[in-house]
């Protein structure tokens, strides 16, 4: 068996009492040794993943097998430039979208805490109508808006404007997209970062502002980073699902994005089914490359949040636990 | 010259209707280590977040080193100060809390380095160097890459201590350093506290430790419902009480 009843087991109880001596070192007579027991059975487990595997061949057959999928277009289709173009679109309108939508959102977060009460109710306003209406109908009204406002004076309203713009030509059905997908995000974003400012402790507000820390050093060295902890995870969530909401733009309407313009194409194939799996093995790719970001952004932002010690902090007191040198131990 | 570190005339500080500080009136001198006692509510703490202005007088006055704290006067007026004049008087006011607050993002040097690089915009390398000298004078050289969760609550104390010491402060407040410390961890930070005011530092202590009081402390002020209701020398006030409210205090803490 496992457990053998060894010399060197048997004499552990004569050892010294606990806590009165050095402790038992490994190897040495008095020492115990370690524990190797038989593990214990679990069919479950084994009987639970033979059916789930079983059920995941029968599935994989069948989609190789089906027709419908017609795997051969989906492969030519795949790298197609049109296809990959659209891939760019999509993925350039999703960039500049969170990059708005999180600037905007940490300005709203900071209005929303101020002591001012007309940035805090400007701010909940916004919040209020961009996140009570569907983004899709946010997208409509945007496509419209160079018809209600066909001009954008400069100047001092109702005495003097020395410049006229066509909106026509400002914004093209590109940048109309961007902004009104920003503009639905920096109200889920504002909320996240909030979240994130309120978390805090307010210890720490007080310990920066009494070392003569201002504001925005505060902010900027204390708060923020100790706050991203808190807004990352949600945020990552808002940029997979930003890529998705890209799909939306034809409200604008702009057809140049991945899943638009893979629609478009499926007029060539006669078949929508294999450009509905090459536009998914676009999205789930760029979202396999945002989650790896996340994974490390998170890792980083997670700094002294845990007095868990990284092996190397480990194994340096490990070495010191056996130079004898117990100096600086925890 | 003989210009006291710490004024305060009839300090008083209201939240809303309720009245926390009754008019505190008291000197410390430079070098002068006061420590402040009484029962908690008694105003202890607010008094010492007044004079660092982490919270605004409401009626009264109170200078540090000769300078209003809070407020500017002008043609006889008071005015409230921007928060730069603010930040520029905390620059030189140590304070070290009960709950430390240590910025848990940054290791133990790098949370003494960030207010001298950032507030008084001290060379990186320069800023370093201090910050090892001070971790030693805390006697935690081998602590400088450690984050706070790392350390014990002695040691982040003390790293706190070193936090504020290295803006170089004319004055240190410590609030309840050693409350929220187990028992065995509290003399390591009062033997550092002793060693500073052994250095000259004025400092202002609200503390229960009686014992530090009495063997550290030039003078010791006892509040009760927002006055001071006795002051002296510690040793006089510790062993020869002279109001009710003091002795009943003294003989539950004592």
């Known amino acids: ?330 | 010259m003989s210009q006291p570190m710490v004024r305060s005339e009839l300090v008083c500080k209201n939240f809303g209707a309720l009245r926390v500080l009754k008019g505190i009136s008291l000197t410390v001198d430079r070098g002068e280590v006061m420590c402040l006692v009484g029962p908690s509510g008694s105003g202890k703490s607010t008094f010492l977040r007044c004079i660092n202005h982490l919270e605004q007088v409401t009626a009264g006055r109170l200078w540090v080193d000769g300078e209003l704290i809070g407020y500017h006067e002008r043609g006889g007026k008071l005015h409230e100060m921007p928060a730069k004049d603010a930040a520029r008087q905390r620059r030189d006011i140590g304070m070290v809390f009960q709950k430390f607050n240590l910025f848990p993002h940054l290791t133990a040097l790098e949370n003494i380095t960030e207010a001298p690089i950032r507030v008084k915009k001290q060379k990186k390398a320069a800023a370093v160097d201090r910050a090892r000298e001070l971790l030693a004078q805390v006697g935690l050289s081998e602590k400088a890459k450690a984050y706070p969760a790392q350390l014990s609550g002695g040691q982040q104390q003390r790293v706190a201590i070193a936090r504020a010491l290295a803006m170089d402060p004319k004055l240190m407040l410590f609030d309840e350093p050693t409350s929220a410390l187990d028992p065995e961890l509290v003399g390591e930070v009062l033997d550092v506290m002793k060693e500073l005011a052994r250095g000259g530092m004025t400092m202002i202590v609200v503390t229960h430790e009686m014992g530090f009081a009495r063997e550290v402390a030039d003078s010791l002020v006892f509040m009760d419902g927002g006055v001071v209701v006795e002051s002296g020398k510690p040793r006089e006030v510790l062993s020869n009480p002279q109001h009710e409210r003091t002795k009943s205090f003294l003989s539950k803490v004592l």
């Open chain 1, 1 to 330: 068996m496992a457990v053998s009843h060894s010399g060197t087991g048997s004499e552990a109880g004569t050892g010294p009492e606990p806590g009165t001596g050095p402790g038992v070192e490994p190897g040495s007579p008095a020492a115990p040794e370690l524990i190797q027991a038989v593990p214990l059975r679990r069919p479950g487990r084994w009987i639970a993943a033979t059916l789930v595997v079983i059920l995941l061949f029968l599935f994989l057959y069948g989609a190789a097998t089906n027709s419908a999928y017609d795997w051969s277009t989906y492969g030519r289709y795949l790298f197609d430039q049109r296809v990959s173009k659209a891939a760019g679109v999509t993925l350039s309108l999703t960039v500049l979208a969170m990059f708005f939508g999180i600037v905007l959102g940490v300005v709203l977060a900071v209005m929303r805490l101020s002591p001012n009460p007309v940035l805090k109710w400007v701010s909940f306003g916004w919040l209020w109508f961009f996140r009570g209406t569907p983004i899709y109908v946010q997208l409509v009204f945007w496509g419209l808006i160079v018809v209600i406002y066909k001009r954008i004076d400069l100047g001092i309203p109702f005495v003097h404007q020395f410049a006229h713009i066509s909106t026509q030509n400002l914004l093209t059905v590109y940048w109309l997209a961007v902004l009104g997908l920003a503009l639905n995000e920096s109200a889920y974003m504002a909320e996240i970062v909030r979240a994130g400012l309120t978390s805090v402790d307010e210890g720490q507000d007080e310990a920066a502002r009494a070392l003569g820390m201002s504001w925005g050093q505060t902010m900027r060295r204390i708060v923020l980073p100790q706050a991203m902890r808190v807004i990352i995870p949600p945020t990552g969530n808002e940029v997979i699902s930003m890529l998705k909401t890209t799909s939306l733009v034809i409200a604008v309407p702009l057809t140049t994005e991945l899943y638009s313009r893979t629609r478009d194409l499926s007029v060539e194939t006669f078949n929508p089914i294999p450009m509905l799996l090459v536009a998914s093995t676009w999205y789930l790719f760029f979202t396999s490359v945002l989650m790896t970001g996340q994974f490390y952004l998170e890792r980083y932002f997670a700094r002294g949040a845990s007095r868990k010690m990284s092996a190397r902090q480990l194994q340096a007191l490990a070495d010191a636990q056996a130079t004898g040198n117990q100096k600086g131990l925890i």
